[in-house]
């Protein structure tokens, strides 16, 4: 299930879990407004060099994932089955051999040099990777933007917008495993929400970024094949 949070006002009013990945996307579409931006937890595409090789925009890697069709072996099994044993530069079973200049996008790049350890989406496997969860959002930003969302920095940032989040960026130093730091944290939150918020990370990182994101703009220019983290 999903964490949603939401802040109007600079105040967080919202925080809460119990929504699938496509009811999420069917919540937001349900109820975008004209001024709405809303943050995700994934990355928006792949390292340049993969696009170009395949003739592929951001906005055709997600139509083909929506299709379950990046790959041949894709195509033939299904995203889900595929996910287990992909072909190359995916993978699940020791690191594909890449080139440090294939491995990440540039936005992940500037993230690891700023000391946040951002992980390939080619990497499936393991802590901390976002493979998995990037490729079936891919998905959903096939769906919003056919629904009018503007999808940041391949669109102008105009509500309503999606953006790619980091949630590091916006919980700083804190030892998001420990409870008691977490409850810290969220001690300057509503009184609603201090206990939801520090209950698990997930729910952390939910409110902690849709403040930061409430506090702030993207940032850079991004770029039109790899994106852009928020804050890069």
């Given at each position: 299930?999903?964490?949603?949070?939401?802040?109007?006002?600079?105040?967080?009013?919202?925080?809460?879990?119990?929504?699938?990945?496509?009811?999420?996307?069917?919540?937001?579409?349900?109820?975008?407004?004209?001024?709405?931006?809303?943050?995700?937890?994934?990355?928006?595409?792949?390292?340049?060099?993969y696009l170009r090789e395949r003739g592929l925009t951001a906005r055709g890697?997600?139509?083909?994932?929506?299709?379950?069709?990046?790959?041949?072996?894709?195509?033939?099994?299904?995203?889900?089955?595929?996910l287990a044993a992909p072909e190359w530069p995916f993978w699940t079973t020791?690191?594909?051999?890449?080139?440090?200049?294939?491995?990440?996008?540039?936005?992940?790049?500037?993230?690891?040099?700023?000391?946040?350890?951002?992980?390939?989406?080619?990497?499936?496997?393991?802590?901390?990777?976002?493979g998995r969860g990037s490729l079936h959002g891919m998905r959903a930003l096939?769906?919003?933007?056919?629904?009018?969302?503007?999808?940041?920095?391949?669109?102008?940032?105009?509500?309503?917008?999606?953006?790619?989040?980091?949630?590091?960026?916006?919980?700083?130093?804190?030892?998001?495993?420990?409870?008691?730091?977490?409850?810290?944290?969220?001690?300057?939150?509503?009184?609603?929400?201090?206990?939801?918020?520090?209950?698990?990370?997930?729910?952390?990182?939910?409110?902690?970024?849709?403040?930061?994101?409430?506090?702030?703009?993207?940032?850079?220019?991004?770029?039109?094949?790899?994106?852009?983290?928020?804050?890069?």
């Open positions: 299930m999903i964490w949603v949070a939401e802040v109007a006002g600079g105040e967080l009013v919202r925080l809460e879990n119990g929504r699938s990945r496509e009811e999420v996307v069917d919540w937001l579409i349900g109820t975008a407004t004209p001024d709405l931006v809303v943050g995700l937890d994934f990355a928006f595409s792949l390292p340049a060099w890697l997600w139509a083909a994932l929506a299709e379950e069709s990046l790959t041949p072996l894709m195509r033939e099994r299904g995203l889900a089955r595929w020791g690191k594909a051999g890449l080139l440090p200049s294939q491995e990440f996008r540039r936005t992940e790049e500037a993230a690891r040099a700023a000391g946040f350890p951002a992980k390939s989406v080619f990497q499936l496997v393991g802590a901390g990777q976002v096939h769906r919003l933007a056919g629904a009018g969302f503007r999808v940041w920095p391949f669109d102008p940032p105009r509500p309503p917008f999606a953006a790619e989040v980091y949630p590091r960026m916006f919980t700083g130093g804190v030892t998001k495993s420990d409870p008691a730091a977490r409850a810290r944290a969220a001690a300057g939150l509503p009184p609603a929400f201090r206990d939801i918020a520090a209950s698990t990370e997930d729910a952390f990182d939910a409110a902690m970024t849709a403040l930061g994101m409430a506090a702030g703009h993207p940032g850079g220019a991004g770029d039109e094949l790899e994106g852009g983290i928020w804050g890069c």
